[in-house]
């Protein structure tokens, strides 16, 4: 659900031409300097795509700039209504308390600008996808399908199983959580890139149980002769770099970075921001 600071756009449609609300796009921020490089990446393919709208990168932590700088230009600018994004694939504390605080911090310094969180990004089918092609790209005897187009975004091209090709497995790696339940809404990943896939597939995460290896024990023990590992992460960085450690000798693909679907997931996000609030005044 969407969380609004100030009152209401009213039911007038908001104009598309350069006066829609600007996009502050918020990734969570890493020590490791490829995080920001990637999201920036990430950021600035989001921005061209709607070149009349005005598209803003914050972290949460660590990498700069922070929420509350872009919150300040933005406003110096004379902008009065921000939808906010969150470049985050799971609804935990950051989505739920740290980002609505820095948000109400942010509307008591401003209070003339409309801030709106939208829904994170999730495990959004576009997003399954989009791991699905970063999974085909690695050396493995794939054939490499076409980019998920944003036209076509929950079909991409199933990755073949038969002619040996099951002996192929893939060790879903994400970030992990002290919340069971999260975990298990996460193992819901591994499953969904199952059918989209046709190959086996195995959860694992980078801070708690189950670890990487005993998700390849898991997938051997299913009949897994090679195994990738698909990495649930926007973008690289320590945690990535811990799977590596922990299996060098698996084929790893690419973080989802910069491509067509995550572009298209954010600007979903952003409009269904604007439609909800449309609804509700109407």
């Given at each position: 659900m969407t969380r609004s600071?100030?009152?209401?756009?009213?039911?007038?449609?908001?104009?598309?031409?350069g006066g829609g609300p600007a996009l502050i796009a918020v990734a969570h921020g890493s020590?490791?300097?490829?995080?920001?490089?990637?999201m920036a990446a990430v950021v600035a393919s989001v921005a061209a795509s709607r070149p009349d709208l005005t598209v803003r990168l914050a972290f949460l932590d660590l990498s700069a700039p922070s929420l509350d700088q872009v919150v300040d230009e933005l406003a110096a600018l004379g902008h009065r209504d921000v939808i906010v994004v969150p470049l985050l694939l799971g609804n935990a504390f950051h989505a739920r308390v740290d980002l609505p605080a820095l948000l109400a911090e942010s509307a008591n310094r401003h209070p003339l600008v409309r801030l709106t969180q939208t829904e994170v990004l999730g495990a959004d089918s576009r997003l399954i996808a989009?791991?699905?092609?970063?999974?085909?790209?690695?050396?493995v005897g794939f054939p490499v399908p076409e980019p998920v187009s944003m036209h076509r975004p929950t079909t991409p091209a199933a990755l073949p199983h038969e002619s040996g090709r099951a002996a192929v497995g893939v060790a879903v790696a994400a970030v992990g959580s002290r919340d069971e339940s999260a975990n298990r809404r996460t193992a819901a990943v591994a499953r969904r890139l199952a059918v989209t896939t046709g190959l086996r597939t195995e959860i694992c995460f980078a801070t708690v149980e189950p670890s990487i290896n005993a998700a390849v024990d898991r997938l051997h023990a299913r009949g897994v002769e090679q195994v990738v590992v698909a990495p649930w992460f926007l973008a690289p960085g320590l945690l990535t770099d811990r799977l590596l450690h922990h299996a060098p000798r698996l084929v790893h693909a690419d973080v989802i970075g910069p491509h067509p679907a995550l572009?298209?997931?954010?600007?979903?996000?952003y409009d269904?921001?604007?439609?909800?609030?449309?609804e509700l005044s109407a």
């Open positions: 600071l100030v009152p209401s756009r009213g039911a007038v449609p908001v104009p598309r031409g020590r490791d300097p490829r995080s920001a490089t990637t989009a791991l699905a092609d970063r999974v085909a790209g690695v050396s572009t298209e997931v954010i600007w979903s996000r269904a921001a604007i439609a909800t609030d449309l």
